[in-house]
């Protein structure tokens, strides 16, 4: 099965300076890579996602980069602001006939955005 | 804003009770999924289901837990006898089960085993 590994497992940052977190999968068949972001207490939430047959994808302060080749996938913050600061889950699925499998998540990075 | 809605939000029982968690998919989509989130192992899939019909339940143990989608509507978890060990924030999510169409997740059921 698929195996996700993600790093740092904590990343600190001054508010301002941007934040990347990385992640790496087993399974080539993998077209799927979301990123979810979680607070203490609260639902993971998706706040960018990316398929394999796109390289880069942003969204205002966010991007996602996705190497198939290399078989990994980065999340870049820039300009970070506390309310940044939370545990973001990276995952990767695949598509298999009528419609994507689930999810399997990396362990987390928790993300702490220094004042 | 539609939602995927989970009850109970809290459930604090003792072992060997058996324990049922429900989960409202967001209308209109026809995948569910079941994750459970501890420290130690993070978010892990149990199940999940595409127009009501089973197609993985692998991460599932399958002794105790099992899964079921007895309408379009809901979706149950039930853990009997239930362990220490079961003691988790378990989550549902929904999504439209399309080319790779994006999960939302319920605010989960956090279960205590004492």
């Known amino acids: 099965g698929e195996n996700v590994e993600q790093h740092p497992s904590t990343l600190s940052v001054q508010e301002g300076d941007s934040a990347v977190i990385k992640c790496t999968y087993s399974d080539s068949a993998s077209n799927y890579f979301p990123w979810y972001k979680q607070e203490l207490g609260k639902r993971p939430q998706l706040i960018i996602d990316i398929r394999s047959n796109v390289g880069e994808k942003k969204d205002q302060r966010i991007a996602v980069t996705l190497n198939k080749t290399a078989k990994h996938f980065s999340l870049h913050i820039t300009e970070t602001q506390p309310e940044d600061s939370a545990v973001y889950f990276c995952a990767a699925s695949k598509y298999s006939g009528g419609g994507a499998d689930g999810l399997t998540f990396g362990k987390g990075t928790h993300l702490i955005i220094q004042p | 804003d539609a939602r995927v809605t989970q009850t109970p939000r809290d459930k604090v029982t003792e072992m060997g009770q058996e324990v049922t968690m429900r989960c409202q998919p967001i209308?209109?989509?026809?995948?569910v999924f079941w994750y459970r989130q501890t420290m130690k192992q993070g978010l892990e899939l149990l199940a999940y289901?595409?127009?009501?019909?089973?197609?993985?339940d692998s991460g599932m143990p399958k002794d105790r837990f099992s899964a079921e989608m007895p309408d379009a509507t809901l979706a149950t978890l039930k853990i009997q006898p239930s362990e220490p060990r079961d003691s988790a924030v378990y989550f549902c999510a929904s999504g439209l089960g399309g080319n790779n169409q994006p999960q939302h997740f319920g605010d989960g059921t956090r279960l205590s085993i004492l």
């Open positions: 289901f595409r127009n009501r019909a089973p197609l993985d």
């Open positions: 209308l209109g989509h026809n995948t």
